[in-house]
């Protein structure tokens, strides 16, 4: 079996955080056919890509289930393209970088991949370079039923506004892009889940405090933003539809020393430099089941 090797901001932020891990990851350069199978299932797919000024943005695309196909484990064929007024959609084009997360809340099961975009028609193509399983931990369980999305336009913020602090305030989950920094070997764009109770996302004026809690230790995410700080993050508000889509630079605390919520081994700040609203675009009414058990050992701000 072919394994990649973590590349070296990876290793870093391993050795920062003393968890330093053996050279390779469990991340191959192919889908396994149970990816494939999986994101074959999936009504929705979570996306990064990169805007025109190397900035990462944090996009969701949907469709039927089905609607993604692999016809042969280097290549993922995706049904559907951007919503024309999703600030992200002029990042879709070909030859471009794009990170996939696929991620079934009923089941708390999610797969990653990266690669690029082969060809941009009336769907997507991509080229797989990574792919690799996560552990189901800080997923609360829901269950989607398709509804239509509103349609209304999508609203820049200068600033996060009091409805864009109340929505990630309850949030207890969320998404980032991240992008590993130019040089890097075995790098690319990376699509995370975050997740934690209520609250457990800080928000003061237009900077976020995210704790880090225990995770499978790759530090994907946190490796990408040590060598490059740029971030995109993805918020929704899973009762009414609306999408929150954020860019803005991090600074990571390694050692918080007991400040932060329960169970935060790091913490990392973003201050946010653009965002965008999207009432009604995620189409879907949702149903919540329970927290994870790792969810409930956690605290909140």
Not at 72 to 80: E, V
Not at 285 to 294: E, K, L, N, Q
Request: charged share 20%; hydrophobic share 40%.
């Amino acid at each position: 079996m072919t394994f990649l090797a973590f590349h070296e901001d990876e290793a870093k932020a391993q050795a920062l955080a003393g968890h330093q891990r053996p050279g390779r990851a469990a991340i191959r350069p192919f889908m396994p056919d149970q990816h494939r199978e999986f994101f074959a299932l999936l009504p929705y797919l979570f996306v990064a890509t990169l805007d025109a000024d190397g900035w990462p943005m944090a996009s969701v695309l949907a469709g039927q289930p089905g609607f993604m196909q692999s016809p042969d484990p280097a290549m993922l064929r995706i049904g559907a393209l951007p919503a024309p007024d999703d600030p992200a959609a002029p990042t879709f084009i070909a030859g471009a970088e794009i990170g996939l997360l696929g991620l079934d809340f009923t089941t708390r099961r999610r797969n990653r991949a990266n690669g690029r975009l082969a060809a941009v028609d009336d769907g997507l193509t991509v080229g797989i370079a990574q792919s690799f399983g996560n552990c189901p931990q800080y997923i609360q369980t829901r269950t989607p039923s398709p509804r239509a999305a509103a349609g209304t336009p999508v609203e820049p913020l200068d600033r996060l506004d009091a409805a864009a602090h109340a929505l990630i305030e309850a949030s207890d989950t969320f998404f980032v892009a991240s992008r590993s920094r130019t040089g890097i070997d075995e790098g690319g764009l990376d699509m995370s889940h975050r997740g934690g109770k209520p609250g457990f996302v800080g928000v003061a004026g237009d900077t976020l405090a995210i704790p880090d809690f225990r995770g499978n230790r790759f530090y994907n995410t946190l490796g990408n933003l040590l060598g490059d700080p740029r971030a995109g993050l993805l918020f929704i508000d899973f009762t009414s539809g609306d999408i929150l889509q954020l860019q803005g630079r991090v600074s990571i605390d390694w050692h918080p020393e007991g400040s932060g919520p329960a169970g935060a081994e790091r913490l990392w700040r973003v201050d946010v430099t653009r965002a965008w609203r999207r009432r009604g675009a995620f189409p879907f009414a949702w149903r919540f089941g329970d927290y994870a058990p790792t969810t409930l050992a956690t605290g909140a701000w």
